[in-house]
């Protein structure tokens, strides 16, 4: 039987101490750069956020009215108030290509409950990490992946972890997973939920504090680094009863960039060596079984989104058999 050769052993150290301000830089590391602290730049606008998940619920026709703007998948998601076993969250998804796409008048609604301070507030945040991690993940991975982050690939999300769902009682908020992009930014609203995997000893989850804003690399992170840069599992435990905010921004690399290291790395796969997969596969591949998890798409019978790593480490590790 075959198996994945083993992930390069990472070290998670959840250091209080680092979540203090690190003036002039921006950024800690911890550990093997797989988690990082930030003291963001702005404090994320949850009174904002609030207002517009409570005002999009209250009034459906300005909620359908912004899922037209991207009729394929929507923007504000739902499927948690009827799938007891989804996600048990609410998210709006955002870009710069669909808030463009907002007509004026939804934009003028919108911004009056909450979306104006959310737009000025990711604006403000991925203008500045942007360009600042990318530079700093180059370093580490000893290649410049700005040329491959040209097309400012970003989305910004936003989670409800509502008690009012179609579990109330469930502690699933968000399913374990790796992120597929390059990195991600969290922002929480003070409550705990958020945990990572212990790499050292998979199925062991640390919570990570509620107030902190965390740093985190996906898939994408770890093969251009060729390996050098980690992804953390991570998940969210709700409280039944207690509603938990957060907002996300995601930044991977331009649709069209190979999934491939800048050198050859034996530990990976033929076919990731080889570059045989684009970003836009990968994304693909990962978002079926994502949308699955987070309810929003059906998947054939005997597919699980709980293998969705597994299925990617396969991908990306050589096997050994
Ligand atoms: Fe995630």
């Not at 209080?16 to 990082?36: E, F, P």
């Not at 609203?189 to 062991?204: Q, S, V, Y």
């Amino acid at each position: 039987m075959c198996h994945s050769s083993a992930q390069p052993r990472l070290e998670l150290l959840i250091d209080l101490s680092k979540l203090r301000s690190t003036s002039g830089i921006a950024l800690t590391y911890i550990g093997d750069y797989s988690l990082t602290f930030i003291n963001p730049i702005t404090a994320a606008p949850f009174s904002a956020i609030r207002n517009l998940f409570d005002y999009l619920a209250q009034n459906p026709a300005s909620a359908a009215a912004l899922n037209d703007v991207y009729t394929l998948r929507g923007i504000f998601k739902t499927a948690a108030t009827e799938n007891p076993t989804c996600d048990q969250k609410l998210t709006v998804d955002l870009s710069p290509t669909r808030i463009a796409r907002i007509p004026p008048g939804l934009q003028v609604e919108l911004t009056e409950h909450g979306l104006g301070d959310i737009l000025t507030f990711f604006n403000t945040i991925s203008d500045h990490y942007v360009p600042q991690v990318i530079t700093s993940l180059s370093a580490i991975a000893g290649r410049d992946l700005a040329p491959l982050h040209a097309s400012f690939n970003v989305n910004f999300r936003l989670i409800d972890y509502n008690p009012a769902t179609a579990s109330p009682k469930s502690q699933n908020g968000c399913g374990a997973h790796t992120d597929y992009g390059t990195f991600s930014i969290i922002f929480q609203d003070g409550t705990a939920g958020l945990e990572m995997e212990a790499p050292e000893t998979p199925g062991t989850w640390v919570p990570v504090p509620g107030n902190a804003t965390v740093l985190l690399c996906g898939w994408c992170a770890v093969v251009l680094s060729g390996g050098k840069v980690a992804a953390v599992r991570h998940r969210v435990r709700r409280v039944p009863g207690v509603r938990r905010l957060s907002a996300v921004l995601f930044v991977a690399p331009d649709l069209d960039v190979k999934m491939a290291p800048g050198e050859r790395v034996e530990a990976f796969s033929e076919a990731v060596n080889k570059g045989l997969y684009d970003v836009r596969w990968f994304k693909e591949k990962m978002g079926k079984k994502w949308r699955y998890r987070e309810g929003n798409e059906n998947l054939e019978c005997g597919d699980d989104s709980a293998e969705q790593d597994i299925d990617v480490s396969q991908l990306v590790w050589k096997k050994i058999c």
